[in-house]
């Protein structure tokens, strides 16, 4: 997909807050620009926007976390023996850390999202392979809502993981 210049994007002019929304709505949405990240350590992997999270962190061994400079971060991680061992405890848990606002579970996954403490949006999935959960996490302000949210979904849909 090619990048059309703003300019021509739109035959009237928007308002200058509108207009940074859509840009970066638009910018975030660009699918040539994907990167798959792999952790070395337990495999799991995800794909994502490079453009929608270009600050990396140095790595640890869990895993890996990409920020925006706008707030936004992005945390790809495993987890093995976690302490809680199935979909419905990890919603338990999660519920005791953050106002979750929307919870699905199956037999080897979960997604739980809502608001964290700062008051960021966030939005996780896990799924459950033998003795390590694997993780996605997007968090972003609220304020950001519209361009991520639109990105949510191919994200955490990447989501993979082996068992061990």
Do not use: C
Request: glycine letters at 8%.
């Amino acid at each position: 997909m090619k990048a059309v210049p703003l300019a021509r994007a739109f035959r009237r002019p928007l308002p200058l807050l509108g207009g940074l929304l859509v840009a970066a709505g638009l910018a975030l949405a660009e699918p040539a620009l994907a990167y798959t990240y792999t952790n070395p350590t337990f495999g799991t992997s995800a794909s994502f926007p490079a453009r929608a999270f270009p600050n990396i962190a140095p790595p640890s061994p869990e895993g890996q976390v990409w920020r925006s400079d706008e707030g936004a971060e992005l945390v790809v991680y495993a987890i093995e023996d976690p302490q809680w061992s199935n979909p419905a405890e990890l919603v338990r848990w999660r519920k005791g850390l953050d106002r979750v606002t929307y919870q699905r579970t199956g037999r080897n996954w979960a997604v739980v999202s809502g608001f964290l403490s700062d008051g960021r949006i966030f939005y996780e999935r896990y799924i459950f392979r033998g003795r390590l959960a694997h993780s996605v996490s997007v968090r972003y302000p609220e304020a950001l809502r519209d361009p991520y949210d639109g990105l949510l979904k191919s994200i955490t849909e990447s989501l993979r993981g082996p068992s061990r």
